[in-house]
C-alpha cells in the first residue's frame, strides 16, 4: 500500500528540519504508522527512498523500538502496567479482570476487532494513579472492575483514534507481535 | 523544609497550558531578563545556585554547561524528557501543567549555552504530553520568543519536539543522542562526553525536564535565594514521585533535606489500610532498598547515598508489611531484562539469568543456593557493563537480598510465594 500524499509531505518536511535527514527516520515510522496502523517492509521501502537513505537502515532502527508495529491489530490499544509500583496497588487483578472480560489472552485482539491488550513490565508513567493503563495512549487511573467495564463498553464502539485501520486486522484472534526489542 | 512550591507554585491555575495565562503568573520573565544578561553571567549564575541535575546524577548544571569547548559551533541542547524509569511520573506532571516553564527553561539554557536548535526527547508513551509541548512551541513562535530574531534581541532559537518510540535506555543520554540521530538507541563510550562530541559529533548538553523547569526561577530570583533553599550541597527543591502502599500516591515538591518521614506520613497520608511500612525505595526501580529506620533521612543526593541508596530520578515507592520483596524485585528485574538494549553481554544475559532465577524462587522451584547465584550474577554485571543500565539492574535485587534474604529461603522451604499464600487465605 503506498504512502498517503500527506504522510509523504510530512516525513519531507521533518526531514528538512534536522541537521540530519537521517534523524527523521523515527519520525517517519511513527507518520506511517499513524497513517496505516503499522508499518510493513514495503512502507519502511518507501521510507528509505523518500529520505534517501538504505531501507537495511530503516529497518534496523524500526526493530529497535517496542512502539512500532509490524501488523495490524484491534481499532483500540490498551495496556495495562504491571511493573512494581503497579503490582502493589493490585495490578496483576486488574489484568487478569481485563483479560477475563474481554475473552482474549494477553497481546490478543478482541473477535469484534475492537480492542488489542496486553500487559507491560514497561512504566507507563503513572504509578501514583496505579493501577492504571493506557487506552490509545490515554492515561486511565485507578482502575476498579467498574471502571474497566466502563472503558471497555466505550471501547467496542468507539472508532480508531486516527486513521483507518485495514478491516482484516478485525478478524481473527491471534498473537500480537513481539514487543522485546533485540 | 517541607512543601516548598515552586515549579508547581502556580499548577492549581486554571489553563496554565496556555501561554497568555503561563504569562499572567509571571511566565516569561525569566527569559526575558536572561536576554538582557550576557550568556557567560547566566553559566555563573546556575553555577553560582548550585543547581544540580534533576534527571538521577545529579551533576551540577551549571558545570555541564562550561565544559562546552569554546568556538566550537554549532552546539545542541536537548531536553530529556524520556522519563521511563519505574516509579517516576514527575516530568510528565511538570509537562502537563506548565509545559511552557519547561519550555522557557529550554530557552534559558540555550541562550546561556550558545545554541540555536534545541530538541525535546520525548518518550512515545507521553502523547498527550507531546501535544501539550507541541501547542506550547506553536504558541510561543507566535508570539516571538523562538526564531530568527527572538523578541527582536537578534538571538536566533528553534526547538523541534523529538517523539521516542518506547525504549528506557534512550533515557541515558548517550543512547538518547544516537536515538535522536536515527539509529538503534545503544548507549555510547564516554569519553568523549556530549559536552565535547555528542548530537551528530557537536557539543552538546543534555539536560532533564525538571532542571530546565528550574531556570526561570532562578533567573528571576536569582542564585542566593535558590541556595537558601535546601541542604549546602543539594540546594532547591524537588518535585517527589510517591507511589505504592500509601493513602495519598502522587506529585509533591518539597525542599530538598525535607525528612523521608514527612513526606510519607504526613503528605502521603501514612501506610494505607492501617498496614506497617515494610520497605521504601528512593529514587525509581534502580535505587536500593532502605527500611523504616531510615524514615528520618532527608531527601538529598548526598544524604540518601549516606543511607545506602541514591535519590535517582525523585521516586518514593513504599512497600508495606504484605508485600513480596521478591516479587518486588522480580518485576524490576523483568523491566531492565526488557529494556536491555542487547549491546553488551553482562547486561543481556546477565539481566536474562536473573530473571529466570526470579521466576524460579516466584514459582517455588528454586533451590537454596540460588540466593547466592543471583548476587553472582548481580557481582558479574555491576561495574562491567557497558552503561548504568546493567549496573543499576542488579542495585534493587541484591539490596533485597541483604535486608530479607529470609523471604528468598522461604520462597524455597514453602515451594512457593507465602505472600500470595497469606493473600489467598485471607480472601478464603
New interface residues.
Given amino acids: 500500500m503506498a504512502l498517503a500524499k500527506p504522510t509523504v509531505e510530512e516525513i519531507k518536511t521533518r526531514a528538512a ?4 535527514r ?6 517517519a ?2 507518520a506511517v504508522q499513524h497513517e496505516q496502523g503499522y508499518v510493513t517492509k514495503e512502507s519502511m521501502g518507501e521510507i528509505a527512498q523518500i529520505l534517501g537513505l538504505p531501507p537495511s ?1 530503516i529497518e ?2 524500526a ?6 508495529l509490524a501488523r495490524p491489530e484491534g481499532r483500540h490499544d490498551v495496556v495495562i502496567c ?4 503497579c ?3 493490585g495490578a496483576d487483578e486488574m489484568a487478569a479482570y481485563l483479560g477475563q472480560q474481554l475473552g482474549v489472552r494477553d497481546g490478543e485482539t478482541t473477535k469484534d476487532g475492537a480492542i488489542t491488550w496486553h500487559s507491560t ?10 493501577p492504571m493503563m ?1 487506552v490509545d ?3 486511565e487511573e485507578n482502575l476498579t472492575p467498574e471502571r474497566i467495564d466502563s472503558i471497555i463498553e466505550r471501547l467496542r464502539t468507539e472508532p480508531a483514534p486516527h486513521g483507518p485501520k485495514p478491516e482484516k486486522a478485525a478478524a481473527v484472534a491471534r498473537p500480537r507481535a513481539k ?4 | 523544609m517541607g512543601l516548598k512550591p515552586v515549579l508547581t507554585k502556580d499548577f492549581h491555575t486554571e489553563n496554565l497550558e496556555q501561554l497568555s495565562v503561563y504569562e499572567r503568573t509571571g511566565g516569561y520573565a525569566g527569559f526575558k531578563k536572561a536576554l538582557e544578561m550576557q550568556p557567560d553571567e547566566l553559566v555563573e549564575l546556575v553555577k553560582k545556585s548550585g543547581l544540580r541535575g534533576r534527571g538521577g546524577a545529579g551533576f551540577p548544571t551549571g558545570n555541564k554547561w562550561s565544559f562546552l569547548p569554546k568556538g566550537v559551533y554549532p552546539r545542541y541542547l536537548v531536553c530529556n524528557a524520556d522519563e521511563s524509569e519505574p516509579g517516576c511520573f514527575k516530568d510528565r506532571y511538570l509537562i502537563e501543567k506548565s509545559p511552557h516553564q519547561v519550555l522557557e527553561g529550554i530557552l534559558i539554557a540555550s541562550y546561556a549555552i550558545g545554541c540555536n536548535l534545541a530538541f525535546i526527547y520525548i518518550r512515545g508513551e507521553y502523547l498527550p504530553q507531546h501535544e501539550a509541548l507541541e501547542s506550547a512551541i506553536e504558541e510561543a513562535r507566535q508570539a516571538g520568543y523562538l526564531g530568527k530574531n527572538v523578541l527582536g534581541k537578534g538571538y536566533e532559537i528553534d526547538v523541534i519536539l523529538h517523539r521516542g518510540a518506547g525504549a528506557y535506555i534512550c533515557g541515558e543520554e548517550t543512547a538518547l543522542l544516537t536515538s535522536l540521530e536515527g539509529y538503534r538507541g545503544e548507549p555510547r563510550l564516554k569519553p568523549p562526553f556530549p559536552a565535547i562530541k555528542g548530537l551528530y559529533g557537536k557539543p552538546t548538553v543534555v539536560n532533564n525536564v525538571e532542571t530546565v523547569a528550574n531556570l526561570p526561577h532562578i533567573v528571576i530570583n536569582g542564585a542566593d535565594w535558590f541556595g537558601a533553599m535546601g541542604t549546602p550541597t543539594g540546594k532547591g527543591t524537588r518535585v517527589w514521585c510517591m507511589s505504592g502502599h500509601v493513602n495519598r500516591p502522587g506529585n509533591y515538591e518539597l525542599e530538598n533535606g525535607t525528612p523521608i518521614r514527612e513526606l510519607i506520613e504526613e503528605h502521603g497520608g501514612g501506610v494505607w489500610k492501617n498496614r506497617k511500612l515494610k520497605a521504601f525505595q528512593p529514587g525509581g526501580a534502580s535505587m536500593m532498598v532502605l527500611l523504616p529506620e531510615h524514615l528520618d533521612v532527608g531527601l538529598d543526593f548526598d544524604a540518601i547515598q549516606k543511607a545506602g541508596s541514591l535519590a535517582g530520578a525523585g521516586a518514593m515507592v513504599v512497600m508495606d508489611e504484605t508485600t513480596c520483596m521478591v516479587d518486588a524485585a522480580r518485576r524490576y528485574v523483568k523491566f531492565f531484562h526488557h529494556e536491555s538494549c542487547g549491546k553488551c553481554t553482562p547486561c543481556r544475559e546477565g539481566t536474562f539469568w536473573m530473571s529466570n532465577l526470579f521466576d524460579r524462587f516466584e514459582a517455588g522451584e528454586a533451590k537454596a543456593t540460588d540466593v547466592d547465584l543471583l548476587l553472582d550474577i548481580g557481582y558479574s554485571i555491576d561495574g562491567r557493563s557497558f552503561c548504568p543500565l546493567g549496573d543499576a539492574s542488579t542495585w534493587f535485587p541484591r539490596s533485597v537480598i541483604k535486608f530479607f534474604r529470609d523471604e528468598f529461603l522461604e520462597h524455597v522451604s514453602e515451594k512457593g510465594c507465602p505472600f500470595k499464600k497469606m493473600a489467598q487465605e485471607a480472601v478464603a
Fill in positions: 528540519r534536522y541537521p540530519s537521517q534523524s527523521a527516520i523515527i519520525p515510522l511513527w537502515l534496523a532502527t526493530s529497535f523500538y517496542s512502539m512500532f504491571v511493573n512494581a509500583p503490582m502493589l496497588r513490565i514497561e512504566c507507563l508513567g503513572a504509578c501514583g494513579g496505579a493506557q495512549h490515554h492515561f514487543r522485546t526489542q533485540n
